[in-house]
């Protein structure tokens, strides 16, 4: 491998999400290796993770307000002028436009799959429109097959959904699992827990169940909050906390704990930096998705020692060992995802059992030590191919 050689990323921003914060935990191993990276975006997001990016010295551009047509020839100037030895790209936008970019320019395209972006449970979310989506497939399946060197998908589930919905072989993607590592994180214990608690104003005998995710359809936030009423019956002082930034569905799920008035149980936490601290507080972690590429926030909570209740969607089934770590439930499911926590929160010796066997689950497969070398070595070598 030549010393001193760029790698151009291009994602649609680095706001707050799984990519973003898998690629900023990627980029500050990338010098190492004799790369230098450049972080192509499409918008400066208003939280998220570009001033941590920059801070750690990697160059960000952040391209001209536009359509993503008119991001393609400022980007394909860039890959001129720089010559890198590859271009990643991440998310759909990202992908149309970096791959369309590099055409004719000798520069290989390795292209991150993070979620099952085309499969059923897609569909039916009522805000998609459909034609748009299926249409939004065929140009993503060409670009995929026909301007695309290789694949980086974070989950077996995301490969095979890719191989089905956008054509491509499977040959040309390769699964590395995301990671997180253990000095962001820190590690759980009861003082971190009370400290927190404290923090937050919750009693510290309080059973706290906690989720992680933007607030879209696809984290199935409705189901938990439907799940409330039943388990406050169960456990008077129940707290649930909803961390993530807000979205399309954050006007339904304020209705929704309004019409059920559980007002007193429910707090929308919002983005947050501080996820590790959060759910080193709680003591069951849930994630009610209805489809998932693989869920950066399931490895975070089985790093900090949670106990799982998780879809029953292939993703997961990667990530949590039913009877081990977690329990899996039919996903858009209240009754069983609140009968599963209801479970956990009344037999703290299963939620110890569980707890300790997250954190041997994510020491043995989803370390960040593990993860990002592998992904640096997948893209040297399309890069290293592609000369």
Same mark, same amino acid.
């Given at each position: 491998m030549s ?7 291009v994602?649609?921003s680095l ?5 973003e ?17 450049l972080?192509v ?9 570009e ?5 750690a010295?990697t160059?960000?551009?952040?391209l001209?307000?536009?359509g ?7 980007l394909r ?9 590859? @271009?990643y ?5 990202a992908?149309?436009v970096?791959r ?11 292209s991150?799959?993070t ?5 059923p449970?897609?569909?039916?979310d009522p805000?998609?429109n459909t034609?748009k989506l ?7 399946g060409?670009t ?5 060197a290789?694949?980086?998908a974070?989950s077996?589930?995301v490969?095979?959904?890719?191989v089905t ?24 214990g009861?003082?971190?827990r ?13 059973p706290?169940?906690?989720? @992680?995710?933007?607030?879209e359809?696809q984290?199935g ?13 169960q456990?008077?002082?129940?707290v ?5 930034r807000?979205g399309h569905?954050?006007?339904?799920l304020c ?5 059920l008035?559980i ?14 601290d959060?759910l080193?507080a ?8 209805v489809?998932?590429?693989l ?11 949670l106990p799982?209740?998780v879809?029953?969607i292939?993703a ?7 009877g081990?770590?977690g ?9 069983a995802l609140?009968?599963a ?16 066997r997250?954190?041997?689950?994510y020491?043995?497969?989803f370390?960040?030590t ?10 040297v ?7």
């Open positions: 010393e001193g050689r760029t790698f151009v990323f994602i649609n706001g707050a999400g799984g990519a914060r898998s690629l900023a935990d990627i980029l500050p191993h990338l010098p190492e290796r004799g790369v230098h990276p972080v975006c499409f918008k400066a997001p208003e939280v998220g993770f001033r941590e990016v920059r801070d010295g160059e960000v551009v952040v001209p307000s536009g993503l047509l008119r991001h393609i020839r400022p100037r860039i890959i001129r002028r720089r010559r890198p030895a590859l @271009v790209t991440a998310l759909f936008d992908h149309f970096g369309l970019a590099a055409v004719g320019t000798g520069v290989p395209v390795l991150n799959l979620n099952v972006a085309y499969d449970a897609r569909f039916a805000r998609v034609r299926r249409m939004l497939r065929t140009i993503d060409w995929a097959r026909h301007l695309t290789h694949f980086h974070v077996g589930a490969k095979d959904s890719a919905h956008l054509g491509i072989a499977g040959d040309d993607v390769t699964v590395v699992y995301r990671g997180r590592g253990r000095e962001r994180l820190g590690a759980p009861p003082e971190r009370r400290a927190v608690r404290e923090k937050l104003g919750i009693p510290q005998q309080a706290v169940v906690v989720t @992680v995710g933007r607030q359809y984290k936030h409705r189901h938990l909050l439907a799940a409330v009423p039943a388990l406050r019956e456990f008077p002082d129940l649930v906390l909803i961390v993530g807000e569905c954050t006007g339904d209705a929704i704990v309004a019409e008035q007002e007193e149980h429910v707090r929308f936490l919002g983005h947050r930096t501080d996820v590790a959060l080193s709680a003591d069951v972690f849930a994630f009610p998705s489809y998932e590429g869920g950066g926030a399931n490895l975070e909570a089985m790093a900090m020692g799982m209740v879809s029953d292939p997961l089934r990667e990530v949590v060992a039913e081990e770590n329990l899996l439930v039919p996903p858009g499911d209240p009754d609140g009968g926590i209801a479970g956990l929160l009344a037999d703290p010796e299963l939620r110890t059992r569980y707890g300790t997250s954190i041997e689950i020491e043995e497969s370390q960040a593990e993860s990002i070398p592998r992904t640096v070595d997948l893209m070598r399309v890069a290293d191919a592609g000369r």
